[in-house]
């Protein structure tokens, strides 16, 4: 029974590295969404696909963030250069429709 | 631009009270507000509300929307120690991402 998947779980890299976070959405779900949640903070969001239409990008802090999602199904969240400040927890989060959001368990990214 | 505040930021109280958390909002299109609790990583759905007035309940937990003056509460009765998490609100607009508030540290003690 499958739920949202993420991969890794957790992520220890070297500033200036670039690292790559993926997802799996529930099957069908046509929407996918990607949060990141800083120590003490909400949730940020960053990017949001919707079917085959162009991505809402709105959220992404910089330059360094991109995503995709191929297929419609799978998504990579890509941070390139990364800095301290892109440690956080990255949450990744499907819907059938754009109202309830199933969350998968998210990505540790560690920066050091 | 989009936001939601919550309140208390955190609350500690013990086994058996009665909590109210509180979240306004200010968003363009309301189309749904959502309450989420957070015990690790990922948050988990417990409400969704679109329309004033209009109690939904689940077990201890209840929530209600006022549209007229933007705001949604959390109610939970009879705390228990496993209602500890942070609770999480969002709001779903037109452009139907989610904004979330900070949410509130509730802290259920023994």
């Known amino acids: 029974g499958a739920g949202v998947s993420q991969s890794p779980s957790n992520k220890v890299t070297e500033k200036g590295k670039d690292v790559e976070l993926r997802c799996d959405p529930i099957s069908g779900h046509t929407a996918l969404y990607w949060y990141r949640q800083s120590l003490g903070q909400g949730l940020e969001f960053l990017i949001y696909f919707q079917g085959n239409s162009a991505p809402d990008k709105s959220g992404l802090p910089s330059d360094r963030f991109s995503a995709e999602r191929t297929g419609g199904s799978v998504s990579t969240l890509t941070i390139q250069r990364t800095q301290q400040e892109d440690s956080a927890v990255y949450l990744c989060?499907?819907?059938?429709?754009?109202?309830?959001?199933?969350f998968g368990p998210g990505t540790r990214l560690t920066v050091t | 631009e989009d936001k939601v505040v919550q309140s208390p930021l955190s609350l500690v109280v013990h086994e058996g009270d009665t909590v109210t958390l509180n979240c306004s909002y200010e968003?363009?299109?309301?189309?749904?507000l959502l309450w989420y609790k957070q015990e690790k990583k990922a948050p988990t759905f417990l409400f969704m509300l679109?329309?004033?007035?209009i109690e939904k309940k689940s077990g201890r937990l209840s929530s209600i929307l006022d549209k007229k003056e933007l705001f949604s509460i959390l109610n939970i009765t009879a705390t228990q120690t496993g209602d500890s998490a942070i609770y999480l609100c969002?709001?779903?607009?037109?452009?139907?991402?989610?904004?979330f508030g900070k949410g509130t540290k509730l802290t259920v003690n023994p």
């Open positions: 969002a709001s779903q607009g037109g452009s139907e991402k989610l904004v």
């Open positions: 968003v363009t299109n309301f189309r749904s």
């Open positions: 989060a499907s819907s059938p429709m754009p109202y309830e959001q199933y």
């Open positions: 679109t329309s004033s007035g």
